[in-house]
C-alpha cells in the first residue's frame, strides 16, 4: 500500500511562483513512475511532468513545460514540483501519483494518487 500527501498549494498571483511537495510512504520503491497532474473544474486531468525511475529525463507537457520543473530527493520518497510564471490557466487542483511503467509508458489510472492540492492564481 502507498499513501501520498501533495502540499504547497495556494493563491498567488499571475507571474507568481508557488512548489508543491509530494510525500509518499508504504511500499513506494515497487512503482517506478512518479507523475503530477492537474484537474480544473469541469475538464480532464492534465498529465504535466513526470519520470521513469529506471531511466533518465523528465517530461513535461507542452503547457507547463519552460515553467514547471519536476524534482525528487535522493530517495525518492519527495517529489517535487516548481512552478513558475504562474498563469491564471494553471488554477487546477494539483496531483501527485505513482505508478508501474510498461512498455515505454506509465499507468497512472492503475497507481496511487495523493488527495490533492488546490492552486488557485488570479
Known amino acids: 500500500h502507498v499513501q501520498l500527501v501533495e502540499s504547497g498549494g495556494g493563491s498567488v498571483q499571475a507571474g507568481g511562483s508557488l512548489r508543491l511537495s509530494c510525500a509518499a510512504s508504504?511500499?513506494?520503491?515497487?512503482?517506478?513512475?512518479r507523475e503530477w497532474f492537474r484537474r480544473a473544474p469541469g475538464k480532464e486531468p492534465e498529465e504535466l511532468a513526470g519520470?521513469?525511475?529506471?531511466?533518465?529525463?523528465?517530461w513535461y507537457a507542452d503547457s507547463v513545460k519552460g515553467r514547471f520543473t519536476f524534482s525528487q530527493d535522493n530517495n525518492k520518497d519527495m517529489t517535487y514540483l516548481q512552478m513558475n510564471s504562474l498563469k491564471p490557466e494553471d488554477t487546477a487542483m494539483y496531483y501527485c501519483?505513482?505508478?508501474?511503467w510498461g512498455g515505454g509508458v506509465c499507468y497512472p489510472a492503475a497507481g496511487y494518487w495523493g488527495q490533492g492540492t488546490q492552486v488557485t492564481v488570479s
Open positions: 501519483a505513482v505508478s508501474h
Open positions: 508504504g511500499e513506494i520503491s515497487t512503482y517506478d513512475c
Open positions: 519520470i521513469y525511475t529506471g531511466g533518465s529525463g523528465t
